[in-house]
T-cell receptor
């Protein structure tokens, strides 16, 4: 079974500072990995996804993530934090079930606080 | 294109009751997945429906069930509610066919409180 671990349930950054959110996965097959963001009282919004093409993936809102197979990691970064980045971030791995079934397994989430 | 809609947004029920939640996927999407989000267990996969058939199922008791209609709208039902069923229930839609994995688009969720 696949699993995802996010290191740090809470991260505090200053506005303008680097945002780094850590994600490690466990998978017996080549993984498909995702980062989602959840704002208060809202659903999940896809930030970016890795599907075995380029290892450096660029997403929305200035976020990017790098897939490192040797480290089984898919860390999310943003060079300069903005107040609007305050939210909870989830890393997820997609598991193929049967011919086309799709199931996401999520990490525990990292809540980001941005200080002015 | 309209996004995924879920109704109701908030719900309060009493232990022992049953509840039905509704999800309307993005137009053209044939797959609907349901997830439960709680502070303790995080986000957990409940089930996936595709073309009116349950294609995948998570590790939840039989009190949790769902169905999908011919227009791809989906409902999930929880019978004999327990306090631990209090959660945010998220619905996600995707095309469900073609290139895998399909991108899943999430609705705003239904916040269920069981008292």
């Amino acid at each position: 079974a696949q699993s995802v671990t996010q290191l740090g349930s809470h991260v505090s950054v200053s506005e303008g500072a680097l945002v780094l959110l850590r994600c490690n996965y466990s998978s017996s097959v080549p993984p498909y990995l995702f980062w989602y963001v959840q704002y208060p009282n809202q659903g999940l919004q896809l930030l970016l996804k890795y599907t075995s093409a380029a290892t450096l993936v660029k997403g929305i809102n200035g976020f990017e993530a790098e897939f490192k197979k040797s480290e089984t990691s898919f860390h999310l970064t943003k060079p300069s934090a903005h107040m609007s980045d305050a939210a909870e971030y989830f890393c997820a791995v997609s598991e193929r079930i049967g011919a086309a079934g799709n199931k996401l397994t999520f990490g525990g989430g990292t809540r980001v606080l941005v200080k002015p | 294109k309209a996004g995924v809609t879920q109704t109701p947004r908030y719900l309060i029920k009493t232990r022992g009751q049953q509840v039905t939640l509704s999800c309307s996927p993005i137009s053209g999407h044939r797959s609907v997945s349901w997830y439960q989000q709680t502070p303790g267990q995080g986000l957990q996969f409940l089930f996936e429906y595709f073309s009116e058939t349950q294609r995948n199922k998570g590790n939840f008791p039989g009190r949790f069930s769902g169905r999908q209609f011919s227009n791809s709208r989906s409902e999930m039902n929880v019978s004999t509610l327990e306090l631990g069923d209090s959660a945010l229930y998220l619905c996600a839609s995707s095309q469900g066919h073609g290139q895998w994995p399909g991108e899943q688009y999430f609705g705003p969720g239904t916040r269920l409180t069981v008292t």
